[in-house]
């Protein structure tokens, strides 16, 4: 389908990553973790403005129902300890940029500095360019974020550029490093 993404059913999809860690779709039950997890400036301010500070319960159940990204892509919770604790997905390209999508990801900071997401990204980036047979999976960090960057470049992506003063975020410019996993052919084992 050009222009939008191909519905499919992602609710039976589990994807372990490891060390207890669980990926699997977000359901109405999690919105108590989310807004445990979400609510922390320190986690938003490497994030996008969709996932705004302070996190509210209203900005928890807008993003549960689909209403600030779009579920028929896979985006999923990652768990930990029977619990959501962060999120990962991608939003695919349209029309002629269709074989690519951008990924995002977020982690609670109580389970920062553990691994946990270079772990998450190993088992999603693969999974996901099969899934959505695509040949290209993109990424950005913000210039002070090194640690999502060495998440990306111990998982096989290759930083392509930095946009400069690309992104004004709480009244600071910021340049925004650009990362891209590809494969020549949809057999390619990436």
């Known amino acids: 389908m050009t222009g939008q993404v191909a519905k499919r059913d ?9 060390a207890g860690v669980l990926l699997r779709p977000w359901h109405a039950g999690d919105l108590d973790a989310l807004l445990l997890h979400a609510n922390d400036e320190q986690v938003s301010r490497g994030t996008s403005d969709r996932f705004p500070f302070p996190y509210t319960r209203a900005d ?21 300890d029977g619990q959501a604790c962060g999120g990962i997905g991608v939003r695919p390209g349209h029309g002629e940029r269709r074989h690519g999508a951008e990924l995002g990801y977020w982690l609670g900071r109580r389970h920062w500095h553990r691994g946990h997401m270079t772990r998450v990204v190993g088992a999603f980036a693969p999974w996901v360019m099969h899934a959505l047979s695509l040949y290209r999976l993109q990424a950005a960090a913000l210039d002070f974020n090194s640690a999502s960057a060495r998440v990306l470049l111990k998982n096989g992506f290759i930083e392509e550029g930095t ?28």
Do not use: C, M, Y
């Open 60 to 80: 928890g159940e807008a993003f549960l129902t689909g209403r600030v990204v779009d579920f028929n892509a896979p985006v999923f919770a990652i768990e930990l």
């Open 10 to 18: 992602w609710k039976a999809v589990r994807l372990d990553a490891g």
């Open 163 to 190: 946009q400069r003063r690309a992104v004004l975020k709480r009244g600071k410019l910021h340049d925004l490093r650009s990362f891209a996993r590809t494969r020549d052919t949809l057999d390619d084992a990436d």
